[in-house]
C-alpha cells in the first residue's frame, strides 16, 4: 500500500462531526479567515498553507532555546510524524480525538495533519485553559499542554488516551493523571522535530521514541536524534540525557542551564524535580555570580515575598541546597509559557 502524502485526506476525516474533503476544508479555510473567531484564523491560513502547492510550510521556532526563527518544514515529513504517532499510540481510523492547541504553533498544527493523515474524527475547541470545560465526550485521544490536564482532571476520565506536552509535567500533576483510568504521556519534542519525537507514560522513568527514529549522544551527553523520515539532517540537542538503550533515554536536563558551583557541576531541572509540589508559585534555580564558588546556586520564586521552611530542602544533596532565595514579581515566558530563565535571572539586581 502506498504511503499517504501530504495530497490526501483520510475519508474517515471528520471535523466537528462533518465529512470534510480537501475542498470542503479550503472552503472551511476562507470561511475561518473572513469570519471566524479569533483562534479560528490561524486554522484557516494554515488550511490554505497546507494544501497550497509548495512542498513545505513556514513556521516559528517557540524561543525557548533561543531567539525565535522562522524554518521550514517540509510537508511530507509532517505526514511521516503523524504516522510514526499513530503507529505509537495505535490510532485508527474513526477514533475520536479533541484538538485544543492553538494553531499557530507546531503542536497544534501537527493535530490537524493526524486528524488529515489518521482518519480521525475531530472535535475542535478554542484552545483555551479549560478546554473539556462542560464536555462529557468520550474520546480516545487528546493532546493538552499541563496547564490544561490540570484544569480537566474530572473530565479526562472519559478519555483513553492522552499526551501531554510544551513545558514539563511536574511531579503533582504526574500524580493525579496516574489516578486516573487513562494512559497518559509526556511528550519530547521541538518545532525542528515536527514535534514529538519520544513519550514517556506517566509513571515510568524513560522516553521511548517513536518508530522509525533513532538516538545517541555527544560528547556532553547531549541527545543527538537520527530521524531520516522527519529531518535530512541529524538532529543535536542541548538536553543531557542518560540512554537506556538506542530506543530509550532518561532526560536529565539542558546543558546550558548547567550550574558549575565551585567546580561541582548542578544540574537545576533535577533539583527543581526534587522541589516541586513544595513551593507555592512558579520558581526554578539557577547561577549567580561568586567570588568563592565562581557561581552560586540561587533558588528563584515568582511573587511576593513568603517564608520558606528549610524542610523543603531535606530531599536536596549537600551541594544542591540554595545559597540564596530571590523572589521576583513576574517571570518572564515564551509566547508559549515556558520561563525564559536567563531573561528572567537577567531581572536579579
Not at 478554542?126 to 462542560?134: R, T
Request: net charge negative; glycine share 8%; aromatic share 10%.
Amino acid at each position: 500500500m502506498n504511503s499517504p502524502t501530504y495530497h490526501n485526506v483520510h475519508n474517515n476525516f471528520k471535523l466537528d462531526g462533518f465529512h470534510l474533503n480537501r475542498e470542503d476544508l479550503c472552503r472551511v479555510a476562507y470561511s475561518f479567515i473572513k469570519e471566524g473567531e479569533d483562534f479560528e484564523k490561524p486554522v484557516g491560513h494554515f488550511l490554505l498553507d497546507w494544501f497550497d502547492d509548495r512542498d513545505y510550510i513556514e513556521m516559528k521556532t517557540s524561543g525557548t532555546t533561543g531567539k525565535p526563527k522562522t524554518i521550514r518544514v517540509d510537508k511530507q515529513a509532517m505526514v511521516n510524524s503523524a504516522l510514526a504517532t499513530g503507529d505509537f499510540f495505535d490510532l485508527a481510523p474513526g477514533n475520536k480525538a479533541l484538538q485544543c492547541l492553538p494553531v499557530k504553533y507546531i503542536a497544534g498544527k501537527m493535530m490537524f495533519v493526524r486528524g488529515f493523515i489518521l482518519g480521525l474524527d475531530m472535535d475542535f475547541v478554542a484552545p483555551n485553559a479549560n478546554p473539556l470545560y462542560n464536555n462529557d465526550t468520550s474520546y480516545d485521544f487528546v493532546a493538552m499542554v499541563p496547564l490544561q490536564a490540570q484544569n480537566s482532571l474530572k473530565q479526562l476520565r472519559n478519555v483513553k488516551k492522552m499526551i501531554v506536552g510544551g513545558v514539563a509535567l511536574n511531579k503533582s500533576l504526574e500524580k493525579q493523571l496516574s489516578k486516573l483510568p487513562l494512559d497518559a504521556y509526556e511528550t519530547y519534542g521541538m518545532t525542528e522535530t515536527i514535534t514529538h519525537i519520544a513519550a514517556r507514560k506517566v509513571g515510568e522513568k524513560a522516553f521511548t521514541v517513536l518508530p522509525g527514529v533513532t538516538i545517541s549522544y555527544d560528547q556532553n551527553n547531549c541527545l543527538v536524534i537520527h530521524a531520516p523520515r522527519i529531518s535530512d539532517e541529524i538532529i543535536k540537542t542541548n538536553d543531557i540525557v542518560e540512554l537506556v538503550n538506542e530506543n530509550q533515554f532518561i532526560f536529565m536536563g539542558r546543558f546550558d542551564n548547567v550550574i558549575n558551583s565551585g567546580g561541582i557541576k548542578l544540574i537545576p531541572e533535577q533539583i527543581e524535580q526534587k522541589l516541586s509540589g513544595k513551593i507555592n508559585g512558579r520558581f526554578f534555580v539557577t547561577g549567580q555570580p561568586d567570588e568563592k564558588l565562581g557561581e552560586k546556586l540561587v533558588l528563584v520564586i515568582e511573587g511576593e515575598e513568603q517564608p520558606i521552611d528549610t524542610a523543603i530542602y531535606e530531599a536536596l544533596d549537600k551541594y544542591e541546597k540554595p545559597k540564596e532565595v530571590i523572589f521576583l514579581k513576574r517571570f518572564i515566558d515564551t509566547e508559549t509559557g515556558k520561563i525564559m530563565r536567563k531573561e528572567t535571572a537577567k531581572q536579579i539586581g
